[in-house]
């Protein structure tokens, strides 16, 4: 997972690359307080509004990651890394989500039925383009796996 300051506006640059199609952009969403998360893509979240305290990694993995985000702040979670809204702290906290091209998100809850779905995390590939600062950048660096 990967917490970046974006060099222009996160928000606009994740619609035009929406609008050119390299991007399947989710509408204005509020992170959902149950922890979960994706089997099919990874996620790309761009805080909108608001200042929130969320969790990543699950709340009983010792190895949780806990930080306070703000508008402008973009987020990389990788398939199959749980997270989850801790605290709205000042009220009205919004993100847009960003998948990459051809991928669809699903809802995993770490359910035993779900042992298919997690084994699917292997098979997908990571980022062709850094989400946040195109042909270049730290998502392109990381050793996701």
Same mark, same amino acid.
């Given at each position: 997972m990967s917490i970046l300051k974006a060099p222009v506006s996160p928000l606009e640059d994740?619609?035009?690359?929406?609008? %050119?199609?390299?991007?399947?952009?989710?509408?204005?969403m509020k992170q959902c307080s149950t922890s979960h998360f994706?089997?099919?893509?990874?996620?790309?979240?761009?805080? %909108? %509004?608001?200042? %929130?305290k969320l969790c990543f990694g699950h709340e009983d993995n010792l190895k949780r990651v806990e930080p306070i985000l703000e508008k402008g702040d973009v987020i990389v979670v990788p398939a199959g890394v749980s997270h989850r809204l801790l605290d709205d702290i000042e009220g009205g906290f919004s993100m847009v989500?960003?998948?990459?091209?051809?991928?669809?998100?699903?809802?995993?809850?770490?359910?035993?039925?779900?042992?298919?779905?997690?084994?699917?995390?292997?098979?997908?590939?990571?980022f062709d383009r850094d989400p946040v600062y195109g042909d270049t950048g730290p998502v392109l660096d990381a050793d996701e796996q």
């Open positions: 994740l619609r035009v690359r929406a609008t %050119a199609g390299e991007v399947l952009l989710s509408p204005l994706h089997s099919t893509s990874h996620e790309v979240l761009c805080v %909108a %509004a608001g200042k %929130a989500g960003s998948y990459p091209k051809g991928c669809t998100w699903d809802m995993c809850y770490g359910k035993a039925e779900e042992e298919e779905k997690v084994k699917s995390i292997e098979s997908l590939g990571w």
